[in-house]
Antibody, heavy 119, light 109 residues
Framework: QVQLQESGPGLVKPSETLSLTCTVS????????WSWIRQPPGKGLEWIGY???????NYNPSLKSRVTISIDTPKNQFSLKLNSVTAADTAMYYC?????????????WGRGTLVTVSS | ENVLTQSPGTLSLSPGERATLSCRAS???????LAWYQQKAGQAPRLLIY???SRATGIPDRFSGSGSGTDFTLTISRLEPEDFAVYYCQQYGGSPPITFGQGTRLETK
């Protein structure tokens, strides 16, 4: 079955760039939208953005100026870059598959990776 | 932004009881685009309901969703011990296109 796995540094310094990768296994990254969602400790879920396998993106306006999501279809991976991070960006970061057309829900999630922003 | 407000914030019930969770949107949501998730401690969210009322694969039939427009409900008919968790609603549409409610914590009484 299709599985998602996040990877990347667990600690990022303030003002630097957070970089994470999500590897999709057990199926193709083609034909779906792929998304990043985050959850600060003890708080709720915040959608960051998504990318279609063909490369079109849509970002949360609250993060749009700092976010880039990209996709590497031959590697079955998609990535998140969030620049100029502060302590407020400390969160569990999840990658997820988004069923967009006629659906609008996240049906597969990675286990998440905790990123702490601290010097 | 379409703000989703969930109530109550915390719901205290006993196993075997019925749970009713509410999700109210600040703007109308197409029923096709309203989903519910369950999140247990230390785990990723799990899709329960999509299209306001359709159960996701493998979800027991004690979970049901209903509603339209701006008012949606998740009902758990008879609570099992494993149902105590945090529940989120989520909508798709508008700008930004995806928003989540703040969550309802379902705890054991």
């Amino acid at each position: 079955q299709v599985q998602l796995q996040e990877s990347g540094p667990g600690l990022v310094k303030p003002s630097e760039t957070l970089s994470l990768t999500c590897t999709v296994s057990g199926g193709s990254i083609s034909s779906y939208h792929w998304s990043w969602i985050r959850q600060p400790p003890g708080k709720g879920l915040e959608w960051i953005g998504y990318i279609y396998y063909r490369g079109t993106t849509n970002y949360n306006p609250s993060l749009k100026s700092r976010v880039t999501i990209s996709i590497d279809t031959p590697k079955n991976q998609f990535s998140l870059k969030l620049n100029s991070v502060t302590a407020a960006d400390t969160a569990m970061y999840y990658c997820a598959r988004f069923a967009a057309y006629g659906a609008g829900y996240f049906d597969l999630w990675g286990r998440g990776t905790l990123v702490t922003v601290s010097s | 932004e379409n703000v989703l407000t969930q109530s109550p914030g915390t719901l205290s019930l006993s196993p075997g009881e019925r749970a009713t969770l509410s999700c109210r949107a600040s703007q109308s949501v197409s029923s096709s685009y309203l989903a519910w998730y369950q999140q247990k401690a230390g785990q990723a969210p799990r899709l329960l309901i999509y299209g306001a009322s359709s159960r996701a694969t493998g979800i027991p039939d004690r979970f049901s969703g209903s509603g339209s427009g701006t008012d949606f409900t998740l009902t758990i008919s008879r609570l099992e011990p494993e149902d105590f968790a945090v529940y989120y609603c989520q909508q798709y549409g508008g700008s930004p296109p995806i928003t989540f409610g703040q969550g309802t914590r379902l705890e054991t009484k």
